[in-house]
């Protein structure tokens, strides 16, 4: 009911910066609380950032200062700006959109940090 879309994923050395979009389709009234998560070589899957439709976000620990999330309601499209990227950055990034218990998830983006 609810397609996403990651894309801006890449290859970025150390220090270097990168922006991920989820655009959101299907039936957009299901548009709610968006999130990015990541999994990275052999980690489990964990929450990066989200926001809500007003605007409110969180962000993990680990990325705090660093990362920054977006949206853009009238367009259906979420942000992530990453910089200061660190090796540990190195993951597969999934976008998220979770409306009254039903969550759907993006096909995910690569995201490589390495000199």
């Known amino acids: 009911q609810v397609q996403l879309v990651e894309s801006g994923g890449g290859l970025v050395q150390p220090g270097g910066s990168l922006r991920l979009s989820c655009a959101a389709s299907?039936?957009?009234?299901?548009?709610?609380?968006m999130g990015w998560y990541r999994q990275g070589p052999g980690a489990q899957r964990e929450l990066v950032a989200d926001?809500?439709?007003?605007?409110?976000?969180n962000y993990a620990d680990s990325v705090k200062g660093r990362f920054t999330v977006s949206r853009d309601n009238a367009k259906n499209i979420v942000y992530l700006q990453m910089n200061s990227l660190k090796s540990e950055d190195t993951a597969v990034y999934y976008c998220?959109?979770?409306?009254?218990?039903?969550?759907?998830w993006g096909q995910g983006t690569q995201v490589t940090v390495s000199s």
């Open positions: 299907g039936n957009i009234f299901k548009i709610n609380l």
């Open positions: 926001i809500t439709r007003g605007g409110s976000t």
């Open positions: 998220r959109n979770t409306w009254r218990g039903e969550d759907y």
